[in-house]
């Protein structure tokens, strides 16, 4: 990847980040605090998955 290619993808990466901060917008922070314990949980089974699959 060279530097001009990630310039170009400057305004993907200033969508995706306005877009998730107006998502965040709509909950609580509790409730974005239960949605990240999940996805911290679910990441975490599914990397020791994959774990025991490679290791099969």
């Given amino acids: 990847m ?3 290619s990630m310039a170009s993808a400057a305004p993907l990466w200033d969508h995706l980040v306005k877009s ?3 998502a965040c917008e709509n909950y609580t922070d509790a409730e974005l605090e ?3 314990r999940f996805l911290a949980d679910a990441t975490a089974i599914t990397h020791d998955s994959t774990g025991r699959i490679a290791d099969r």
């Fill in 2 to 4: 060279t530097a001009s």
């Fill in 34 to 36: 239960t949605v990240i």
């Fill in 20 to 22: 998730v901060r107006g």
